[in-house]
């Protein structure tokens, strides 16, 4: 129960690996508001039936002021925000040449200014306290990929901006890291296995060296040590969990 006590948000986390995020950080301790724009009342319900602290929050953090009630209702419920998980993402896949320049647009909206406005949001409370933990969900595209221009700009958006937030709050006893994770088993990318037979799946299992898919734990594992009093000592870093997928 590292983290009991404590108060952590975790935007998209009705589903996939947000919710694996959240199931862990309550498993130890953590009073958790699941953050979505739908599904946020059956992931907190789940986590409650399981005997953890829960509570559910519509909002679209591409909007700056649905952030600052999100973050003004962890605040009012759990009295006080220590964790703030930034994991909410999505993709609109498609070659340079041909993206739609509203494509580009929504994605940088969610994954690079929603990332933004929570974690200045949050910052702005942990700054107060002279504590936080402040985790930002990347992805190995952020290195670059093919049919991914946009969905890679953002990640690698997200990464300067974990290091810049950690560099300046460092001295308030704020703690800033992203994680990269690589194939990880989801709902989402389970559907691979059903495309060409298989195929799809089983390239992208070809590419990681220990041989499988990592599961939404794996990065919850990981969140629940770096928003721990273990890892105080542990900022502006980018760690991957990707079974040596990303180099």
């Known amino acids: 129960m590292r983290l009991e006590g404590r108060t952590a948000i975790v935007t ?6 947000g919710k694996g995020i959240a199931v862990k950080l309550a498993e130890e301790g953590a ?13 907190a319900a789940d986590i409650m039936a399981c ?37 909410a993402g999505l993709n609109r896949d498609g070659m340079l040449h041909k993206m739609p320049v509203e494509n580009w647009d929504l994605v940088i909206a969610v994954n690079l200014t929603g990332t933004f406005y929570c ?11 002279n504590y936080g933990r402040v985790i930002n969900i990347s992805s ?14 953002s990640k690698a958006g997200v990464v300067g901006l974990t290091k810049t937030a950690a560099r300046e709050n460092a001295k ?17 990318t389970s559907k691979l296995k059903e495309v060409n037979g298989g195929a799809a799946w089983d390239s992208m299992i070809a590419r990681v060296p220990m041989g499988y898919a990592g599961k939404p734990s794996d990065v919850g594992n990981l969140v629940a ?12 870093e980018v760690i991957n969990v990707g079974g040596g997928m990303i180099v």
């Open 12 to 17: 998209g986390a009705s589903r996939g690996l």
């Open 31 to 43: 009073r958790v508001v699941i953050a979505d724009m739908a599904g946020a009342e059956a992931a």
């Open 51 to 87: 005997g953890g602290t829960a509570a559910a929050f519509q909002a679209d953090i591409s909007k700056k002021e649905e952030v600052k009630a999100m973050v003004a209702f962890a605040i009012e419920t759990f009295g006080g925000l220590d964790i703030m998980v930034n994991n």
């Open 119 to 129: 974690t200045q949001e949050a910052i702005k409370y942990m700054r107060e306290k």
């Open 140 to 153: 190995g595209s952020w290195l670059g990929n093919i049919g991914q221009a946009n969905y890679a700009a």
């Open 172 to 188: 308030k006893g704020i703690t800033c890291n992203a994680i990269c994770p690589g194939f990880i088993e989801t709902d989402m």
């Open 225 to 236: 040590f770096l928003a721990s009093d273990e890892a105080a000592y542990i900022t502006s």
